[in-house]
């Protein structure tokens, strides 16, 4: 199965959205759900495990549900938050530099637009050539043209950014990061992007919603708000560290000028997380048990799946963060469509084809291991009876 053609400007000049990327892997689905147990969805990394209750209790019974809710975050909102971040990195960080977002996908969207409107001189958004469509995108709903930065590493999370054209970076309203990566799972040097952006003037912007997740690197779990605030700007989510992504909650903190700034606006442009949310988010970011467990199933899944892929003849390597696998494609398959199109008539398995992530990510494909372990171990066995191997 070939990849969909994406989107064109119109014929009067404006903006025509391509196709949204997930969309176009949902023709492989009748394929996946025709075989016995149905179609296993591993395709998008939504959560499939339970929340923490008390944050459930919040949600129901906080009593927010009259008044409008700063949009800002409430103050239990933000001590939670900058609480959470002095527990899990040993970073103190003000409440008044930190702010809620409405999840950090609107985040990352919004971010270009808002930033450009404050020098409008500044119009290139460079991000990781491999990565979460959103960042290209948030680049282009802003006018801007998006620069992909290549990988310094195998392992896809590293930024090769003496690559980047000079002129590229003294235009650069702002640099994003993942780390852990989507989709490869790689971790980024944060250290040495901080100091890059600093030393050229470029806001670094710190996608850090997967750091739960972290596998390998030194020392476990890191923020770039370890190498001091100035210039940086750390996002974080409850969406994946609580099973909480259909509420809509994250926050962003770092360099006070940069917060405040995007604080401000946000208000005046109505970007408000619901009462109720702040309620059950300032839950979620106060505890750590859920994560905990939470990171046992992620660990248990990713080394399940890859096991199985590698006996059938994929070798599939652990990720050094997040809870997705990113397999090269065997010589069988032509690219990412050809295997993600035989997965899902084999093995019943939906997966992601590696170039909806850009691209340089064609030769891969991505698998969220967020179904639950039973589901995936069915996977395991389609896989064992294939005769790939």
């Known amino acids: 199965?070939?990849?969909?053609?994406?989107?064109?400007?119109?014929?009067?000049?404006?903006?025509?959205?391509?196709?949204?990327?997930?969309?176009?892997?949902?023709?492989?689905?009748?394929?996946?759900?025709?075989?016995?147990?149905?179609?296993?969805?591993?395709?998008?990394?939504?959560?499939?495990?339970?929340?923490?209750?008390?944050?459930?209790?919040?949600l129901a019974g906080s009593g927010t549900e009259r008044g409008y809710p700063p949009s800002a975050g409430s103050p239990a909102f933000r001590r939670a938050a900058a609480d959470y971040l002095v527990r899990t990195f040993g970073v103190d960080v003000e409440p008044s530099a930190l702010a809620a977002c409405v999840g950090t996908k609107e985040m990352v969207a919004s971010t270009p637009h808002y930033l450009r409107l404050r020098d409008p001189s500044l119009d290139i958004v460079l991000y990781p050539s491999v990565s979460y469509p959103t960042y290209a995108m948030g680049a282009t709903l802003a006018g801007c043209r998006a620069v992909p930065v290549p990988p310094a590493g195998a392992d896809g999370g590293g930024l090769d950014l003496d690559a980047v054209d000079p002129a590229d970076v003294r235009r650069a309203l702002l640099l994003w990061v993942n780390s852990p990566a989507n989709p490869s799972g790689g971790l980024t040097d944060l250290d040495g992007v901080a100091e890059w952006g600093r030393r050229h003037g470029v806001p670094v912007f710190s996608d850090e919603c997967y750091v739960e997740y972290t596998w390998d690197g030194r020392g476990g779990r890191h923020t770039i708000l370890e190498t001091g605030t100035d210039g940086v700007v750390a996002v974080?989510?409850?969406?994946?560290?609580?099973?909480?992504?259909?509420?809509?909650?994250?926050?962003?903190?770092?360099?006070?000028?940069?917060?405040?700034?995007?604080?401000?606006?946000?208000?005046?442009?109505?970007?408000?997380?619901?009462?109720?949310?702040?309620?059950?988010?300032a839950v979620a970011w106060s505890d750590d048990s859920h994560v905990d467990a939470q990171r046992v199933r992620y660990r248990e899944r990713l080394e399940l799946l890859a096991a199985a892929l590698s006996d059938a003849g994929c070798p599939t390597s652990l990720p050094a963060g997040s809870f997705y696998l990113w397999p090269a494609v065997p010589a069988r398959w032509t690219d990412g469509w050809a295997m993600a199109e035989d997965l899902a008539k084999v093995t019943g398995m939906l997966v992601s084809p590696g170039d909806l992530y850009g691209p340089d990510g064609a030769g891969h494909v991505r698998i969220a291991v967020v179904q639950p372990t039973e589901r995936l171990a069915l996977v395991a066995d389609r896989l064992a009876g294939s005769g790939w191997s």
């Open 1 to 58: 199965m070939s990849a969909p053609s994406g989107g064109s400007p119109s014929g009067t000049g404006g903006f025509r959205p391509p196709p949204y990327p997930y969309e176009r892997v949902s023709g492989l689905r009748a394929l996946a759900d025709g075989l016995p147990g149905g179609v296993v969805d591993c395709s998008i990394g939504t959560p499939c495990d339970p929340p923490p209750q008390d944050a459930l209790h919040a």
């Open 236 to 281: 974080h989510s409850v969406s994946k560290r609580s099973n909480l992504a259909g509420v809509r909650a994250g926050f962003f903190a770092g360099d006070g000028a940069l917060v405040s700034y995007l604080r401000d606006v946000r208000q005046h442009a109505g970007l408000i997380v619901a009462g109720p949310v702040q309620a059950a988010a």
